[in-house]
């Protein structure tokens, strides 16, 4: 039998989605100067209010300390540097176009109808995420430029971070006569209201899930709505015979160790058997004990052999290494005998999410581009840039995985 609280955190879960789904043809219909003078207002009171927001924040990482891995809690913190890079994001996605209402293909039909396919907004579109505050004000903030709603439900490991955060979306709304009730913070931080959110198709028009793969599978099976989820990050880069041995350590370094905790980040490094002799030696010496960060490698019997050489900091690889997000300084690696091997490798093991070559061969380049199915591929250049302000695009909800509303992918060359 549900408790007098449950009954309450229910009810008021409904008054919530409720008031989105109200707020939502007011911005639907709000200019392009409007909404941008929004994103303008967020921005400037992200400034104004670091201080309370890194603080509360602070509160946040304490609590969940002692429970969260270390990635996690990366993941979950917010320092003025990431304050202030938040508040750039919102500048930035003010400067782009407004898509509500343009036009995207006209046609005459034989008996003189006229055919236009307008870009609308959906209406209410809700996200369920995990442990990255930042999440509110991309989600929140994209949603704002497209026109819609949002309902937002994140971890109660960033309650307090993300009170604060939804309020600055709001505030910034109502700064511009428009409806704070088109941001919705689920501060409930009770999982079976998850479930209730996935029932409201009569409200929410698009579930986005952004978390772990238990979230999202739960999504995919109980939402009532149209689900765009983001896939788990086992990104792949492939060091073929003609790369630059130089320039591949430097991508490679990247894309591990810029930021390990984020879906993007390698996880698997494919050398074909021509250059791993020296290739390995030479990261085995870098990842071992250049500065505070070391890789922890998780080697086949091939790249074993060569590492054990020269890298102090080497395993060898169990079952489940090759097909591990691991979000963390720990990477697995294997010697291929070609690049048929490398593609099939990938084709097997890939999640999908950001796959590289690194190679000088350009005809390689070209299929590896052609051949590899993932929402982002790379010649030369690091999975890291898989990100919506990378790419020019201000913020982002996720990276999808998905194929039914895919009409391009991101092909990338450095």
């Not at 967020?42 to 990482?61: G, M, P, S």
């Not at 941001?183 to 978390?211: F, H, K």
């Not at 099976?221 to 149209?226: P, V, Y």
């Not at 689900?227 to 630059?244: F, L, R, S």
Request: hydrophobic share 45%; aromatic share 2%; charged share 25%.
């Amino acid at each position: 039998m549900a408790t007098a609280q449950a009954v309450d955190a229910s009810a008021e879960l409904r008054k919530q989605v409720e008031a989105a789904k109200a707020a939502s043809p007011s911005l639907g219909w709000a200019t392009s100067e409007q909404k941008n003078a929004v994103l303008q207002r967020a921005a400037a009171l992200l400034r104004e209010r670091c201080d309370q927001i890194v603080a509360a924040n602070a509160e946040d990482v304490a609590e969940a300390s002692g429970h969260l891995s270390e990635a996690m809690i990366d993941r979950l913190k917010l320092t003025p540097e990431r304050v202030a890079a938040l508040a750039a994001s919102l500048e930035d996605l003010a400067l782009l176009d407004d898509p509500v209402g343009e036009t995207i293909d006209r046609t005459t039909t034989d008996s003189g109808l006229e055919i236009e396919r307008i870009r609308v907004p959906l209406g209410v579109i809700a996200s369920v995420y995990e442990s990255r505050p930042n999440v509110t004000i991309d989600i929140g903030a994209i949603c704002l430029k497209s026109g819609n709603a949002s309902v937002l439900r994140g971890g109660r490991e960033a309650l307090r971070s993300n009170q604060l955060l939804a309020e600055v979306l709001r505030d910034a709304l109502s700064d511009n006569e428009l409806p704070a009730d088109a941001v919705q913070l689920v501060r409930s931080t009770d999982r079976a209201l998850v479930g209730e959110l996935l029932a409201m198709n009569d409200l929410i028009d698009l579930m986005v899930p952004r978390g772990g793969q238990a979230l999202i599978n739960r999504v995919r099976q109980e939402a009532s709505m149209a689900v765009v989820a983001g896939g788990v990050g086992i990104c792949h880069t492939y060091i073929d015979a003609a790369a630059d041995l130089e320039m591949a350590l430097a991508v490679v370094d990247n894309a591990k160790r810029r930021r390990v905790s984020i879906c993007n980040a390698l996880d698997v490094m494919l050398v074909h058997e021509a250059v791993a002799p020296q290739f390995l030696s030479e990261l085995g010496q870098r990842w071992a004990g250049d500065g505070p960060t070391p890789v922890e490698l998780r080697a086949d019997s091939r790249a074993q052999a060569l590492l054990s050489r020269t890298a102090a900091n080497v395993h060898p690889a169990g079952p489940d290494d090759f097909d591990t997000e691991f979000l963390s300084l720990i990477a697995a690696v294997g010697v291929v005998d070609d690049a048929d091997a490398a593609l099939a490798h990938i084709a097997e093991h890939g999640s999908g999410h950001s796959e590289a070559v690194i190679t000088a061969d350009e005809a390689l380049g070209q299929r590896f581009l052609r051949e590899v199915d993932a929402a982002a591929v790379y010649v030369n250049a690091s999975t890291q840039f898989t990100d919506g302000g990378q790419f020019g695009l201000g913020a982002e909800v996720g990276i999808s995985t998905g194929k039914l509303h895919r009409v391009a992918r991101w092909v990338c060359a450095s």
